[in-house]
């Protein structure tokens, strides 16, 4: 599951740490970049690896939103539903990329291009409606943005 190269870059990083357990978060999310998500063999494979026990590693992974348990699109799109987005947009928001998709929050399109969470703060709440695309985030929002938003994730995947 998890390739030479990519157990010779965890051997570097765990080096860098006083205690192996120490480079979780960072292994974690290096695996759920190779292997798209964190699955329970991926999970107990970290366990072992970092000599923790798999019901460690799920805490932390079960924990964190930005880590993923079960199979994800291409493409996660985050949208804030914390107080000042929400004050400004955010459910709207929300509910506009719920119909443009034809899924609810936290669901997957069909065609497994997009997977759309909310999320709370993002921490950028002097920005808001915010949401997040692969990690960018974009601010601001309006039903208009996401849209070409929306329309440039289409033409980049035809
Ligand atoms: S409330 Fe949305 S970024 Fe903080």
Redesign the pocket.
Known sequence: MISNETRARFDALVAKYPERRSALIPILHAVQAEAGYLSPEAIAWVAAYLDLSAADVMSVASFYDMLNLEPVGRHMLYV???????LLG?ERLIRHLEARLGIRCGETTPDGQVTLRRME?????G????LQLDGVFHEQMTAERADALLERLRSESA
């Open positions: 804030c539903h914390n107080l000042s987005c929400t955010g703060c993002l921490g950028a709440c920005a808001a409606p915010v």
